[in-house]
């Protein structure tokens, strides 16, 4: 895997969660790319101090989802339909990053924050919808949600 290593779980849902969070974020970053393998479960349960058992079920999760698939002998591995993020969101997530650390922010705070602009974004959404008859989300608005430069009316 040549992504960043994994980090240390936060207790946010526990460590299952946790495991499939990261490695969901790195694979729709795109930091892990299409057939890149992952570490073994045991690997990864050896550099998380976690059971076996907690990294196979996260592993599960994502090959649920899709995104990652196993096969005995040959590892896991990022799926060819797991979809990456586009450039320009990608764009618009580094930026926030980059801004978050210079204010200080703690990345726990960021996520809350960022779920919250998301509610109230799908919130307006279904307002519009149900008042225009249509519920397509425009890439200006998208841009703007991100940029928490203003609220879509």
């Known amino acids: 895997m040549t992504a960043a290593p994994l980090v240390p779980l936060a207790d946010e849902g526990g460590p ?16 892990l790319g299409v057939n890149e393998r992952l570490p073994t479960v045991r690997q990864t349960a050896s550099d998380l101090g976690v059971a076996t058992g907690t990294v196979a079920k996260a592993y599960k ?7 990652v698939v196993s ?8 799926a060819p339909g797991a979809a990456a993020f586009p450039r320009s969101v990608m764009r618009h997530v580094r930026a926030l990053v980059t801004e978050a650390d210079a204010a200080g922010a703690r990345p726990d705070e960021v996520v809350d924050v960022l779920r919250a602009v998301w509610r109230g974004f799908s919130a307006a959404a279904e307002t519009d919808a149900d008042r225009d008859g249509e519920g397509a989300m425009t890439s200006d ?9 203003g609220r879509r009316r």
């Open 71 to 78: 096969r005995t002998a040959a590892g896991t591995r990022v």
């Open 141 to 149: 608005a998208l841009t703007t949600g991100l940029s928490g430069e």
């Open 61 to 67: 999760m994502l090959e649920q989802d899709g995104l």
């Open 16 to 31: 299952t969660i946790a495991i499939y969070r990261q490695l969901r974020g790195l694979i729709v970053s795109g930091q």
